[in-house]
């Protein structure tokens, strides 16, 4: 049942710091794949439910993405830029090409 | 000597809240959103409470999202003094859920702060009531007058059964708020849930190991590109139909 018996508590810090409901952590993780209703995922949060492995990596993704949009608001822009510098202008369809033709997953490199 | 059986006599202050509950019972399906019933309620409360300069009513959702309404410029630079120094007299009547009552603001020993600025704009006297749903504190309804002793109490009891009676409206219309927000979310999330199922299928048929793993290479190719997992999702399928497009189109 995947990492310490804490790894709850990461999350719901970091739904404290993304500043989202349950509710709308629950929505997000829904829209991705996720498959516990509402008040599992939120029995999970409080330390009182455990989440299979597959849909703890669900529930990081949404609270990741939320996490992300508010660092990339908090930042400050800069003045002057040279084109696609943050990195962003990488296709992600040619990156799932490259992953599959590595092979069997469950190895190294998945996780970027 | 018995009464007659048959409905109570109506005080005055009752009928003066029958009036209002007529017109807030009156509106109650038409009405579309948390801040026009809280308008309405305001608009209610100033011309039924008299002597009133202007009324104003503040609620907080669960998300601590606040709806204001003013009937008065008044109202509403009085009550920003409250948040901007932290306590004033709508405040407390919140916080604590009771009533409360300036006859005099000049004299008012309670929120010196705020009495001395609410003073400066023109206030004498106000009355300020909560607003309670099922125990919990949702807001304060106040009004305010520019003389001083005009509330007495009987506008505190009209004002008390009326913040009873919209705190019901104003609390149904939240939860139906959030229910209209719940359920055009549950139709996004649903749609994008379609994509990302279809895009690790696509992963799947190409040689991903399992679900987990053809989801572990769109999260990896989320992370390393800044796109959000759906939409990596959603780039896949495009390039499969686009690719299906670009070979049919020399036929």
Request: glycine letters at 8%; a negative charge; proline letters at 4%.
């Amino acid at each position: 049942m995947g990492g310490d018996e804490h790894r709850h508590q990461l999350f719901e810090t970091a739904r404290h710091r993304a500043g989202c409901t349950i509710t709308d952590l629950w929505v997000d993780y829904l829209a991705l794949g996720g498959r516990l209703d509402l008040f599992t995922l939120e029995a999970y949060l409080h330390g009182l439910a455990l989440l299979p492995e597959a849909q703890q990596d669900i529930l990081a993704n949404a609270i990741n993405e939320r996490l992300e949009d508010l660092y990339q608001a908090a930042k400050v822009p800069y003045l002057c830029t040279v084109e696609d510098q943050d990195g962003s202008q990488a296709d992600p369809v040619e990156l799932l090409g490259e992953l599959l033709r590595r092979g069997p997953p469950g190895g190294d490199g998945l996780v970027g | 000597m018995t009464r007659r059986p048959g409905p109570a006599p109506l005080t005055p202050a009752s009928s003066d809240v029958a009036a209002m509950l007529t017109q807030l019972g009156g509106v109650v399906l038409s009405l579309e959103t948390v801040q026009t019933t809280v308008d309405l309620v305001t608009r209610l409360a100033a011309t039924t409470i008299s002597g009133t300069a202007g009324a104003g009513v503040s609620l907080v959702d669960a998300r601590s999202h606040r709806t204001t309404a003013a009937s008065d410029p008044l109202v509403a630079e009085a009550d920003a003094l409250q948040y901007v120094l932290g306590s004033g007299p709508c405040l407390s009547a919140w916080s604590e859920g009771t009533s409360i009552r300036i006859d005099d603001l000049a004299t008012e020993v309670r929120w010196p702060a705020w009495t001395a600025a609410a003073g400066d704009l023109g206030v004498q006297s106000m009355l300020s009531v909560p607003l309670v749903t099922a125990g919990t504190s949702v807001g304060a309804m106040k009004v305010y007058s520019r003389h001083r002793q005009t509330y007495d109490d009987r506008a505190e009891e009209v004002l008390t059964l009326f913040a009873q009676q919209a705190s019901v409206l104003l609390a149904n219309m939240m939860t139906l708020s959030d229910a209209r927000r719940l359920s055009s979310q549950l139709s996004d999330a649903l749609h994008r849930r379609d994509v990302v199922g279809q895009a690790k299928g696509v992963l799947l048929a190409r040689g991903a190991a399992d679900e987990q793993s053809a989801f572990a290479m769109l999260v990896a190719a989320s992370s390393r590109t800044g796109v959000k997992l759906h939409q990596v999702a959603a780039q896949l399928l495009a390039s499969l139909t686009d690719r299906r497009s670009g070979s049919r189109s020399p036929d």
